[in-house]
Nanobody, 124 residues
Framework: QVQLVESGGGLVQAGGSLRLSCAASGYTFSINVMSWFRQAPGKEREFVAGISRSGGRTDYADSVKGRFTISRDNGENTVYLRMNSLKPEDTAVYYC?????????????????WGQGTQVTVAS
């Protein structure tokens, strides 16, 4: 089993920045891909960004390209999401997800483990 714990969410003004962290524990050797998803009220959960085990491959949703950066520290079993130029439409609960299979999936059902989520609110 793998446990994921997110942190770093909060309230920020539009144009501001936040950095989310996701710490993994347990059988972390089984994890290949780690990603971030988000879910706004009344909307489906959507892919935000993903990163391969080595960090050599990343993928982003079009809506966050150029503003968000995903990175990981395998020594610390932690994945980060740096969010710049935040917009009110970025407001959502952000979830960390881990995938055993290789290849970055943009579909939530492709992930084996999930964190509990952290709220990000961007005020206009």
């Amino acid at each position: 089993q793998v446990q994921l714990v997110e942190s770093g969410g909060g309230l920020v003004q539009a144009g501001g920045s936040l950095r989310l962290s996701c710490a993994a524990s347990g059988y972390t050797f089984s994890i290949n891909v780690m990603s971030w998803f988000r879910q706004a009220p009344g909307k489906e959960r959507e892919f935000v960004a993903g990163i391969s085990r080595s960090g050599g491959r990343t993928d982003y949703a079009d809506s966050v390209k150029g503003r968000f950066t995903i990175s990981r520290d395998n020594g610390e079993n932690t994945v980060y999401l740096r969010m710049n130029s935040l917009k009110p439409e970025d407001t959502a609960v952000y979830y960390c997800a881990a995938r055993v299979s290789t290849g970055i999936s943009t579909i939530q059902y492709g992930y084996n483990y999930w964190g509990q989520g952290t709220q990000v609110t961007v005020a206009s």
